[in-house]
């Protein structure tokens, strides 16, 4: 009897603390809000040693996430929550990185949503000295597009 009442003041509690509004699951991809989650855009920076990424991403939907700078091994995150049919949200990134930020590429659908509402879906671009590799829900898709190189 006294493990069912301790039972039900611990849920009380829990039930009332609003404190965690996302947890990341095993899959590195956030629950949010009870069960729905969010969508994952991840850059990672493959790239020969001190080598900056700079990426830059922005959505149909006029929402900018700034300029970023990211390390070798490291990676850079935007949490996206798909909108539902007709409302399809499409996020941009540009690339760039060299001496004097000569390689660049533009990925026009970084992330592009579905015609239905999806969650949990992850994709991962992978800036390499060749070009920048897709990994879709942790499955490798391959190199996807080259560096375009300009001379300064």
Known sequence: MHFLIFTLVIAICFGLNEGIKCNIDTRNIPECQGSSLLNTLEIQNKLSPGSILK???????????????????????????????????????????????????????????????????????????????LEKNNEIQGLKHRWIVTKK
Not at 61 to 85: A, C, M, S, T
Not at 101 to 121: C, D, F, K, P
Request: charged share 30%; glycine share 8%; hydrophobic share 30%.
């Open 55 to 133: 990426v830059n991403c922005s959505s149909n939907k006029h929402e900018d996430d700034g300029l970023h700078e990211i390390k070798v091994n490291d990676k850079y995150q935007i949490f996206i929550r798909e909108r539902g049919p007709g409302n399809r949200i499409v996020w941009r990134c540009t690339f760039r990185y060299g001496d004097k930020v000569e390689h660049s590429q533009i990925i026009w659908h970084a992330y592009r949503g579905a015609a239905t509402t999806r969650t949990g879906q992850k994709r991962s671009w992978i800036a390499r000295f060749d070009g920048i590799y």
